[in-house]
């Protein structure tokens, strides 16, 4: 059942104005936790189409360091927000939030619901709550500043601006995540304050929305994290990012220092050795996990889902069903 909005209290004399905000499933959470297994599974028992969150998986050729949803799965489920940018394009929240906005709304004309799917929680936030993101445009010359700063001086120098201009980011962003962290900078010299504050602005919420996540022991994550470095080397991990680096993409995009293949590109530069590869992307998985573990603890109304070796997968989706099928009855 949808959620309604009055904008304002009625009298005798005015009509009431009633928005119906549209249905949105969001799955949510930390890397490897199961979220779009989980997905994949609701959309047995409920037509839905998948809207990916993640901010790596809108890249073509970038299969297996992303995880992307095999060509199987994206047979037997719509899927969005997937393949859309080269490497070397830029792509931004906004762009995630306008396009993610007109996914919704297509996949509702056809009676589907809605699901967003992945772990980038800015870009979920953002959309969930309707930032006002256009107030900063982008600015050429600032980016070349700063990208030529991390040139001479490396990512961190340029990272550790933030410390006193966005205190938030400057916690929560990683320094090798150049691309956010310039962003972030930028917003603050065209706005005067920190993009996280908007975080802390009292918005309306864009959607009737269903936020949930697989809650699971840290240990087990690190498990299934460290499970699946091992297996996304077996599946050509390397054998990709060698492939990006021959079409001429530069092993210094933002895109090429995502995880995965900034490790990559460190093996086919010999400076790791392929068991060292391994560890170094699961570890630095596991720490990226942990933030994302931050931040939605933060989340308000994000629902948990417990799972683990104690409990059946079958019952964890039983679960995830019955709350969808409560929520949108």
């Known amino acids: 059942m949808c959620a309604l909005s009055v904008e304002k209290a009625?009298?005798?004399?005015?009509k009431v104005e009633v928005t119906e905000l549209q249905r949105l499933l969001v799955i949510t959470g930390p890397t490897a936790s199961g979220k779009s297994k989980l997905a994949m599974d609701i959309a047995q028992e409920i037509p839905l189409e998948i809207i990916s969150s993640d901010s790596m998986q809108v890249y073509r050729y970038m299969d297996i360091g992303t995880d992307k949803p095999s060509a199987?799965?994206?047979?037997?489920v719509r899927h969005h927000l997937i393949d859309l940018k080269y490497p070397d394009e830029q792509w931004t929240v906004e762009e995630f939030q306008r396009t993610a906005e007109a996914a919704i709304k297509e996949i509702s004309s056809r009676g589907n619901l809605p699901a967003i799917v992945g772990g980038t929680g800015f870009y979920i936030r953002?959309?969930?709550?309707g930032f006002p993101l256009v107030d900063a445009p982008?600015?050429?010359?600032?980016?070349?500043?700063?990208?030529?700063?991390?040139?001479?001086?490396?990512?961190?120098a340029v990272h550790d601006l933030l410390r006193d201009k966005d205190p938030w980011s400057w916690e929560h962003l990683h320094p090798n995540d150049l691309k956010r962290v310039i962003r972030a900078l930028e917003y603050y010299e065209a706005v005067g304050q920190p993009i996280s504050a908007r975080k802390d602005k009292n918005l309306s919420p864009s959607y009737d929305y269903l936020m949930m996540s697989i809650c699971r022991?840290?240990?087990?994550?690190?498990?299934?994290?460290d499970e699946r470095s091992e297996e996304q080397l077996r599946r050509g991990l390397i054998d990709e990012t060698r492939n990006l680096l021959e079409m001429g993409y530069s092993k210094d995009l933002s895109s090429m220092n995502g995880l995965c293949?900034?490790?990559?590109?460190m093996y086919l530069e010999g400076l790791l050795t392929l068991e060292e590869t391994k560890n170094l992307i699961a570890r630095n998985t596991r720490r990226y996990a942990k933030r994302q573990l931050t931040?939605?603890?933060?989340?308000e109304g994000?629902?948990?889902?417990?799972?683990?070796k104690d409990r059946l997968w079958d019952d964890i989706v039983d679960e995830a069903v019955g709350m969808v099928k409560e929520k949108f009855r």
């Open 138 to 156: 982008p600015n050429p010359e600032f980016r070349a500043k700063m990208k030529e700063l991390a040139a001479e001086r490396g990512s961190k």
């Open 302 to 308: 994000i629902i948990w889902i417990k799972a683990g």
């Open 126 to 129: 953002a959309l969930l709550k």
């Open 10 to 14: 009625p009298s005798s004399q005015e």
């Open 217 to 225: 022991e840290r240990q087990e994550l690190y498990k299934r994290i």
């Open 261 to 265: 293949y900034k490790e990559s590109c």
């Open 72 to 76: 199987e799965d994206r047979s037997k």
């Open 295 to 299: 931040w939605f603890a933060k989340e």
